[in-house]
């Protein structure tokens, strides 16, 4: 019985492989590969069958794999070459595996990696078979699953070396040379800074100002008498531009504080002492407009002392000097102290090497392109200098003073228009000049890449918030649903949430006309900035929210329009044109573009749109109130319908109009009457001190004592209740 088996299984062998020939026969003339006859074994399977003392079992197995051995072609050979295999239970893992990938390496199908995926955060109507999963995710299935995970190895990465530009360490005392003093003049808004700078300058600087207010920096050089150059720096008052007045005092060197001798201490006051005192500036107070009889310099001294400004004659170290800018009165005395008051401060500066300064303003010229306001603090700038300032550079074409006139080089304490960047850097960047054009772009490229690191690091930090921030709410979804499998658990979401499928398109809409999207264009960076800032404090998110599209710098061109066309938004420009052919372009395509002078008529345009995009609220008036004083009820046909007697004792009622039911304070029923009657007659007006029956659109029994209210509805444009500040 035993050899019969035997002779069986023999034959099967035989069969199998000359069909495996067969097979790669075939194969070869498919793929024209070279195919060669299966040479048998010394040792016939026959013989091996039956001699059963011959059968070692390595002898058998290469015996029966000769007879399937075929064509091995150079993909199979690489299907071969497996990796060393892991530890039994081992998976290994790597950073963004996905769902199929993880699954592979566990050996397991892909609803096991769903199920496991419950109790994540995950929300898995979201979650398809190549959806990347977090690391901490990966480790947590593979845990749950009873698995150990170990890390792949990685390629490390090199580290980056840092061609960061850097300031040159401090200079010989013996090479220092004298600088005109920065002296910047702050104060608030109206109280005569720019008319004092101008009264020094001889200059109309004032009356080309919007509205008389100094809407970014000038940089100015005063000569006096005696032969001293003053660098001055006149910042704004406005609430709106408090970043432009710190910047201000970080590159100066002493602080002229204009007060009104008539208004006092007022709010950018206070601010402004504030900059000085956290740039540790020294402080002379010009008590302006004393020429106007309701002058009160002593006042204003006084009002100082409450916030640690103490004048000379109060025993204090702060110079007081009571000016009239308009009229010219005092002007030089105040110089005389500023002055003085630098000559005490020794400064000196190192005229040679490399360039080292600050940009106090950046603006577009269509003519000349980025074009920088500048104050030197180390070094010569000259013609041909390559410099760097935050994430652009610019190699020197030109060099303007503040009367736009060319110069050859900018010494220290200097102000100075630089033309030849590349782009516009921000106010406020430093400037540091190196050897050549390839070393500027090596910084660039440096700071560049810290910034995308750094912004890379803050959107894993929300990312990371905001999975936490929603992970109970989640896991409370998921146990309604626990008992089911991922399967069911998908068709029950899919049902609880198919009317919000349809819904969407309807959403869109209203969250689209609920959103105003801006396009913010200004002269310089610094009036964007201060835009910028005050769109910061919006906080009515709830009643509209505000988008910024784009801000830049420059007159309103086509891409601006394209922007807001395809935003639905609005252009608010601030001290910038807009040519005919743009608005003629703005208004065929129905684009809004504000153009201001002033910020503060700006934000007040802006608060008009707002409100604009606020949905009208439905407010009731009052036209006439009714007390019922009896009830009864009337048959018609077979339906008994309730009736009030009722008297108006105030206003009238109008049959036109909205009704409402109050009984006990509370509101029973709102619509419309079915009748109105005085006596037998129908009517439709009802006045004050008249009897009168009426009956509701709706069955409902009236209690003697309930007040009928006549209303009229009116629709009224809501205001945004966000409040900028001023």
Known sequence: MS????????NLLQLRGACLQLRALSS???CGAQWKPVQLSAH???SLLLHPQLWPKHRLTSAASSQCRHLATKEETKKKKKKAPLTRG???????MTVEELAQAMGK???HIYEALLYTDINLDSVEPDSILNEDHIKMIVQKSGMKYKSAKLKEEKERQNTDAVKRPPADPAVLTPRPPVVTILGHVDHGKT???DSLRKTQVASMEAGGITQHIGAFIVHMPSGEKITFLDTPGHAAFSAMRARGTNVTDIVILVVAAEDGVMQQTIESIQHAKNAGVPLILAINKCDKPEADPERVKKELLAHDVVCEEFGGDVQAVNISALKGENLMVLAEATVALAEMLE?????????EGTIIESRKDKGKGPLTTAIIQRGTLRKGCVLVAGKTWAKVRFLFDENGKAVDSASPGIPVEIMGWKESPSAGDEILEVESEQRAQEVVAWRTYVEQQERMKKDLEVIEAKQKEHRLEYEKQQQKLAHLTWRQRKAALYKANKHLMFSRPKERAEMDENTLSLIVKGDVDGSVEAILNILDSYDCE???KLEIVYFGMGDITENDISLAEAFNGVIFGFSVKANESIKKLADKKGIKIKLHNIIYKLIEDLKDELNSRLPPTVVESTIGEASVLDTFSVTAGKTRIPVAGCRVHKGLLDRKMKFKLIRNRDVIWKGCLSSLKHHKDDVQVIKTGMDCGLSLDKNLEFSIGDEIICYEEKEVQQTTSWDPGF
Do not use: M, S
């Not at 400064?347 to 360039?355: C, H, I, N, Q």
């Open 347 to 355: 400064l000196k500066a190192d005229a040679t090497g490399l360039v």
């Open 3 to 10: 050899r019969g088996l035997l002779l069986r299984f023999e």
């Open 90 to 96: 081992e998976v290994e893992i790597r950073q963004k």
């Open 542 to 544: 709830d009643e509209c």
């Open 44 to 46: 016939p399977v026959g």
């Open 195 to 197: 008319t004092l700078l």
């Open 28 to 30: 070869r003339k498919v």
């Open 109 to 111: 199908d892909i609803d």
